[in-house]
């Protein structure tokens, strides 16, 4: 049976943040300044008529565009709008762009859990953008406005084995576990150790494409639990859960099963 509007179920996008452009040959930065992202597929809906009357309805798979608007960019972003700086503080306009790549954050609220509920972390591949007119303005009295620059974006897709080449995908980070969440973010935004990149979707795959790890802790007095995303460990009621995808035997007779290391499952004795 349907339900509508259930209170654990009421979300909502909003909000943008964690910005990250990627320059091939640089260091991965930051970008401070980000005000928002304006996606479009560019896709496109025909209508096929036969007699006056519509026999087929179809809609082709678009292409992935955007525009970027900031108050500031990172110097470096220079190179990507044709703008590189060419000796220290020297910058000559009018020049071939570069192709980058960019990430950035986009929050999911709960009616029920407050505005920071959930993300979702985007990756555009290959981009190439131009940068829109820049309105210069003397200052108003006291109070200074800030210029806002806009980047319009094309971008060449990448391909992901079984799927159709695209140049944005999205992680939603809703149900995952904490440790591929954080495995995750390791990838794209590096920590002291692993230095931040742009991660091959091929890889994102085969890290997501059975869902993430479930730990199954033995506690030694005949009752186990366990840790895993929404995926793998549904819960079915307040006192009940169902397990997916764990390395197991099938039941016997008796509805006993053996639980083992192998593939997402995890065991520990505790």
């Not at 049976?1 to 452009?21: A, C, E, N």
């Not at 980058?100 to 555009?124: A, C, P, Q």
């Not at 397990?243 to 083992?260: E, F, K, Q, R, W």
Request: proline share 6%; charged share 20%.
């Amino acid at each position: 049976m349907l339900t509508w509007d259930p209170p654990d179920q009421r979300y909502f996008s909003h909000g943008l943040d964690r910005g990250v452009l990627f320059i091939p040959g640089r260091e991965a930065m930051p970008w401070n300044g980000l005000q928002g992202f304006d996606e479009n597929s560019a896709a496109a809906t025909t209508l096929y008529y036969r007699d006056g009357v519509i026999y087929l309805a179809d809609a082709d798979a678009g292409d992935f565009t955007g525009q970027i608007s900031a108050i500031f960019y990172p110097r470096q972003f220079g190179e990507c709008i044709g703008i590189p700086e060419v000796a220290d503080g020297f910058f000559a306009d009018g020049q071939k762009p570069k192709r980058f790549g960019f990430s950035y954050r986009t929050l999911i609220g709960s009616g029920t859990k407050g505005d920071m509920f959930g993300y979702e972390i985007h990756l555009v591949y290959n981009c190439m953008a131009s940068i829109g007119q820049r309105s210069r303005r003397t200052i108003n009295g006291s109070s200074p406005e800030p210029t806002t620059f806009t980047f319009d974006v094309v971008s060449t897709p990448v391909k992901l084995t079984g799927f159709r080449p695209t140049a944005h995908f999205k992680i939603d980070t809703r149900g995952m576990d904490d440790s591929l969440i954080a495995e995750l973010e390791t990838l794209i935004y590096g920590d002291d150790v692993i230095p931040t990149e742009m991660p091959d979707p091929n890889v994102l795959y085969d890290m997501m494409n059975f869902g993430s790890a479930m730990i199954v802790t033995d506690h030694g007095d005949g009752t186990f639990s366990v840790e895993g995303s929404q995926e793998n460990v549904p819960m079915i009621d307040d006192d009940h859960f169902q397990l997916n995808n764990i390395n197991a035997t099938a039941p016997d007779a008796a509805g006993h099963y053996v639980i083992s290391p192998g593939g997402t499952t995890t065991v520990v004795v505790g």
